[in-house]
């Protein structure tokens, strides 16, 4: 079975930096698109980055582009992200998923074949 664990979320004033790690276990890591999400209570799960299973391809939304860095290392089946110049307003619950290499056709949640169970990032203003 396939687990995701994430670590690094936390406190950051705002403008501040968090590095978010994701740690998979179970079935084969650098076979699977990697992706990061965020949620916010009521609102639908926000795609944030996603890197493809040998790390060449990334792809970031607008709202994150030149501020956010994702990257995987899959000798230790890790995932991180790098978070920059963050604000108050992307205070939320970050999650990682793993998925097929089709999911870089929509990088919808649903596309997502496993997630873990979130880490809260909170930044002060």
């Known amino acids: 079975q396939v687990q995701l664990v994430e670590s690094g979320g936390g406190l950051v004033q705002a403008g501040g930096s968090l590095r978010l790690s994701c740690v998979v276990s179970?079935?084969?890591?650098?076979?699977?698109?990697m992706g990061w999400f965020r949620q916010a209570p009521g609102k639908e799960r926000e795609f944030v980055a996603a890197?493809?299973?040998?790390?060449?391809?990334?792809y970031y939304p607008d709202s994150v582009t030149g501020r956010f860095t994702i990257a995987r290392d899959n000798a230790k089946n890790t995932m991180v992200l790098e978070m920059n110049s963050l604000q108050p307003e992307v205070t939320t619950v970050y999650y990682c998923?793993?998925?097929?290499?089709?999911?870089?056709?929509?990088?919808?949640?649903?596309?997502?074949?496993?997630w873990g169970k979130g880490t809260l990032v909170t930044v002060s203003s």
């Open positions: 998923a793993a998925g097929p290499v089709t999911w870089f056709l929509s990088f919808k949640p649903d596309g997502m074949d496993f």
């Open positions: 890197i493809s299973g040998k790390g060449g391809n990334t």
């Open positions: 179970g079935g084969t890591f650098s076979s699977y698109a």
